[in-house]
């Protein structure tokens, strides 16, 4: 099982960092073997061509304007295998220079299978201006990092137990079945 999570971000447009800054805490925990953690920024040929490495499961880790209150943290599962799932309407992930379904998209293009994806997004309250910039993030969503780190934490953990789970069921079976 391996497992990539993917900080997402423009660290020069306010909040829009959160998935870098998320990505940053991650790094100086002490997370299991099966799990990489990237800073990509916005560099989404970078994590195209990761995707192409056959992970399991990508966590991506990114500002997500679904209108609730800033530093609202979301879990959402993306079927990345559907076309329409990558095409969720409900999820507006707010990076600027880089689209995460659109790659997702291109790496399927170039013969990837993205496995399951995961989105740990936070409501962002600022993104700046194109013209100004804006680095740092706004006290509610640099709040949010921690608990967005926690909950890649849970589910890290709880994705290594149900491949655990599903192997140990596979060779219960095997052997039940000689």
């Known amino acids: ?5 993917a900080g997402l ?3 020069f447009h306010g909040d829009d960092a959160f998935g870098v800054e998320a990505a940053n805490r991650l790094v100086k925990r002490a997370l299991p073997p099966e799990a990489r953690v990237v800073d990509f920024g ?3 040929f970078d994590l195209a061509y990761a995707l192409l490495d056959g992970y399991d499961v990508t966590i991506l880790l990114d500002a997500t304007s679904r209108g609730s209150p800033p530093g609202t943290i979301y879990t959402i599962e993306i079927d990345g295998n559907s076309p329409t799932g990558l095409d969720e309407p409900r999820v507006d992930v707010a990076t600027h220079g880089m689209n995460p ?5 291109m790496a399927q293009a170039m013969g990837g299978v993205v496995g399951r994806i995961l989105l740990v997004g936070c409501e962002p309250e600022t993104l700046g201006s194109e013209e100004e910039g804006q680095m740092g993030l706004s006290p509610i969503v640099a709040a949010a990092v921690g608990t967005a780190a926690d909950i890649v934490e849970v589910l890290v953990k709880r994705i290594l137990e149900e491949g655990r789970g599903a192997q140990g069921a596979g060779a219960a079976a095997m052997s039940s079945g000689s």
């Open 9 to 11: 971000g423009n660290i």
């Open 101 to 105: 379904m659109r790659v997702l998209r």
């Open 42 to 44: 916005i560099r989404g």
């Open 1 to 5: 099982m391996r497992i990539l999570i």
